[in-house]
């Protein structure tokens, strides 16, 4: 059976250690391992070692992701981080997210870098991308999922994950109009024809409790990335939960 991901992205939202600690803490001990289900967990920089400590370094049901990462791995370049020093603390890494693309100026080129230089460290990209207004053609997000791909070996499509997060349904971290799962499940049919049959394919934008079923019935979505509920313990761990019951995965 395909194995599913799901994806807490924090953002800045926190802004305390202790509360970071109290929402591993709590995920940690309610989350016992889902079978084929991967819980990855995105806190600030600063945070990922004291998380580590939290969850493991090992094969716990729960990783860890960086929220961006930077496209050379050694040198002077102040303020970035290297793929290599993530790599010692975290399995994965967002690239790409719509608030990258919009409030820091990064292009396809910049994510096509980034992505080649995380997979040349061992990190798994999560590779964002998603359309500004609603349009059933998905001619932006194939766009750009096309430019981050570039020069990327066919062999590394089973080493990424695409999350699908249409611009226009991400949250401001309390209220947000998720797309209906039929739209996504045609998107992602489109993004599919770029990848391989086992890259996954997450759907991510106002997705909570009440809403994670309906996408979990869809076939063509492999998983979700949380960003407001996902720094709320118990909204997330029923979204794991819920997950996890509806793809079947329950004995
Ligand atoms: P949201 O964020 O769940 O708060 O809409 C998703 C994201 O931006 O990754």
């Given at each position: 059976m395909k194995r599913s991901i799901i994806v807490g992205n924090w953002k800045m939202y926190l802004t305390s250690l202790a509360d970071a600690h109290v929402l591993t803490t709590t995920i940690r001990n309610n989350i016992e391992k889902l079978?084929?289900?991967?819980?990855?967990l995105c806190p600030p920089f600063l945070w990922l070692t004291e998380m580590a400590g939290i969850i493991g370094h090992g094969d716990g049901a729960i990783k860890l992701g960086g929220q961006d990462v930077f496209y050379e791995q050694t040198g002077a370049y102040t303020g970035e981080v290297s793929p290599l020093m993530l790599k010692e603390a975290a399995h994965y890494v967002i690239i790409g997210h719509s608030e990258r693309r919009e409030y820091f100026g990064e292009t396809d080129m910049d994510i096509n870098e980034k992505v080649i230089s995380a997979l040349r460290a061992g990190l798994t990209p999560i590779i964002c991308v998603g359309e500004k207004k609603r349009s059933l053609n998905a001619s932006e997000p194939y766009h750009q999922l096309k430019e981050a791909l570039m020069h990327v070996p066919k062999i590394h499509y089973k080493d990424?994950?695409?999350?699908?997060?249409?611009?226009?349904?991400?949250?401001d971290g309390k209220s947000g109009n998720n797309a209906e799962p039929e739209y996504v499940a045609r998107v992602i049919t489109r993004l599919r024809e770029l990848v391989h049959f086992d890259t996954p394919i997450l759907y991510g934008g106002s997705v909570k409790p009440s809403n994670v079923e309906k996408y979990a019935k869809r076939p063509e979505i492999d998983g979700v990335l949380v960003g407001g509920a996902s720094i709320r313990a118990t909204e997330f761990i029923k979204i794991c939960k819920l997950w996890y019951q509806r793809k079947g995965f329950k004995k």
């Open positions: 079978a084929n289900i991967e819980v990855v990424i994950v695409i999350a699908y997060e249409p611009i226009w349904a991400i949250s």
